[in-house]
């Protein structure tokens, strides 16, 4: 039913680079956009990626702390973020071995329904903290997001990659 695709040894995670894809993700999301209902949130899909492949490594807290990073740098209420990033990771982790075994498209419709409620969360304490609806063009950035859920797995996982070569005295 699925289409076979190559299966490579991954070599394990060096915290180094998860530490340095959260913060190219912070970057991302820290940049002056134009309108910022348009543009995926960079740390979300980062954070979903992580505690889907990583779930031992990155998980609630890291989403917490990383929420707590985009509210005050951001200048939003304290909280929604790190409450959506928190319940992110947690679903993340949650439906990690699931996703896994979809093939990309699959992967990124999964990814879609994840960002998409990490949205509505933290659009839920904005409406409770007394702000306006912003419209419906804020569903376009998880969307967004999602259609780049192949891109960002390709990346981040380029460098647990190992090189495809042929050992003959290698038993495996």
């Known amino acids: ?3 076979e695709r190559p299966q490579y040894i991954l070599l394990p995670v060096r915290i180094g680079t998860i530490v340095a894809s959260l913060a190219a993700a912070l970057l991302l999301d820290f940049l002056p956009w134009k309108d910022i209902a348009l543009v995926p949130d960079f ?3 980062t954070l979903t990626f992580w505690c889907v492949r990583q779930p031992r490594l990155v998980g609630l807290g890291i989403g917490w702390l990383l929420g707590l990073v985009m509210d005050t740098g951001n200048g939003v209420l304290l909280g929604q973020h790190a409450l959506a990033y928190s319940l992110l990771a947690f679903a993340a982790i949650t ?3 699931r996703i896994l075994w979809f093939p990309w498209l699959h992967q990124a419709m999964h990814v879609a329904l994840l960002l998409l409620g990490a949205k509505t ?10 702000a306006q609806f912003p419209g419906w063009s804020i569903v376009v950035g998880p969307l967004l997001g999602a259609l780049l859920w192949p891109v960002v797995s390709f990346i981040l996982l380029s460098p647990q990659r190992r090189p495809i070569e042929v050992d ?3 038993p495996i």
Do not use: C, K, N
């Open 1 to 3: 039913m699925f289409s």
């Open 168 to 170: 003959e005295t290698r």
């Open 121 to 130: 969360v933290e659009l839920l304490v904005r409406l409770a903290a007394g």
């Open 43 to 45: 740390v979300a899909l």
């Open 95 to 97: 439906l990690s071995r």
